[in-house]
């Protein structure tokens, strides 16, 4: 549900969405699975994830959303650009960035709250590329990824997601995000699709 007295935000303000960026770690194939699971296979916007990986093993992660989505899936790679309806999964131990044109980048740089890629990152990256037409999401997850990411996606007007802590299978991510203050919904995970359609498709308020 929308956040009972928030101030206005970008659900209202901004004329549209060009990304969405989603963010997740312990329990998060499961999230992300119900969450992509249920957009449409002619999304209109490109979805950046992270998901923290185990780097010691290669990863079979966008097979298995793939299987379970409607959307391409695909591992990122560095010096592409994004296409609506392709879902840019970060590799293991690389970060995951964007610019304002939409090409992405891979960075080997340091640990951020000891992972490697960074929630925080990715949505700084994207607060700084897209401003108030970025959608951010943070899912179920250990430590506190994502939060400081978050409050630089709303200070450049977008729309901050957190699914609902009582509902993640760990709440330690979405509660470091609720506790920012800077988000516009709280949501049981099988709500969030829905809302990232209708701001997507123009209709949430």
């Known amino acids: 549900m929308k956040l009972p007295g928030d101030t206005p935000g970008s659900a209202q303000a901004s004329e549209g969405y060009d990304i969405v960026a989603l963010a997740a770690s312990a329990g998060g194939i499961t999230a992300l699975s119900r969450v992509l699971g249920e957009l449409p296979v002619d999304f209109p916007v490109p979805v950046l994830v992270v998901q923290h990986l185990d780097p010691r093993h290669k990863t079979v992660i966008a097979a298995v959303l793939g299987r379970r989505t ?70 179920t997850g250990t430590g506190r990824d994502g939060a400081m990411g978050i409050t630089a996606v709303k200070s450049r007007g977008g729309t901050v997601i957190v699914q609902d802590p009582a509902s993640a299978e760990f709440a330690g991510m979405p509660d470091a995000a609720v506790a920012t203050g800077q988000i516009d919904f709280v949501l049981p995970l099988d709500e969030i699709a829905t809302v990232i359609r209708g701001l997507i498709e123009g209709e949430a308020t």
């Open 70 to 139: 409607k959307l391409r899936v695909k591992l990122a790679e560095s010096e592409e650009h994004v296409q609506p309806g392709i879902v840019y999964i970060a590799p293991p131990n690389r970060h995951l960035l964007v610019d304002a044109a939409g090409v992405l980048t891979l960075s080997s740089s340091e640990l951020v709250h000891f992972v490697r890629p960074s929630a925080d990152l990715l949505f700084e990256s994207v607060a700084g590329a897209y401003g108030s037409r970025a959608v951010a999401c943070v899912l």
